[in-house]
């Protein structure tokens, strides 16, 4: 499973093209099924994000799908995944503790979100944007604390924004250079490498700490996660 996603994020720019040629149109609901559920599901971090949105860009510039049509389809998903994250979170966020061992809802991953709210504040909906894993929690947490909405909803469009706009246009403008035409494999993998950044970082300090403390996973509680939105607000 691990070694697919990989050589799915690798090669992503394969995937795209197969799904235009082999779907015409339809790709555009494709994309915009792809970008929803790796932002709006919990149990889909692992699809591919930043790369996928430079690829898609590159795609664009290259005149094989609509710039604009292609924008305002992410944009939607974008920001439509994280609204009905949130709410999953917010409907569904006391039953998420009723399982210690839930392999959908791993405590690890909701800790290390709430610290990050805990340290970032609201902002870490913009900020999650660009980290995985984290991008895919951070509106289901914001939901299971309770997080005024009309706050989550102004994160999340301004986040959303700056996520497809960056990355979609950064493909749309330098995908068609030569140098990155040439180099394509070599340019995802940069991309794909720059976007693990904060997931290393995260794993060296996991590994200096061992492993996640059962103290620490007493704060992932559903108790716990409102009183951090609680501090914020």
Known sequence: MLMEVVQMLLHVDVYVNTLIQFFG?????????IIFAETGLVIT???PGDSLLFVIGA?????????????ITLLVAAILGDTVN???GHHLG????SNDNSRLFNKKYLEKTREFYAKHGGKTIVLARFVPVIRTFAPFVAGIGNME???FAFYNVIGGF???TGLTYAGYFFGG???IKNNFEYAILIIVLVSLIPVVIEYIKHKQESRVSKKQLEHATYKDIQKTFKEER
Do not use: D, E, H, Q
């Not at 006391?94 to 503790?97: A, D, L, Q, S, T």
């Open 177 to 179: 250079l030569p140098i």
């Open 162 to 164: 700056l996520w497809i």
């Open 25 to 33: 149109p339809w790709t555009y609901v494709i994309l915009f099924l």
């Open 59 to 71: 795609m664009a510039g290259s005149g094989f799908l609509n710039i604009f049509a292609v924008y």
């Open 149 to 151: 909405y009309k706050t």
């Open 45 to 47: 971090p692992f699809l």
């Open 94 to 97: 006391p039953r998420v503790f």
């Open 86 to 88: 949130y709410w999953v």
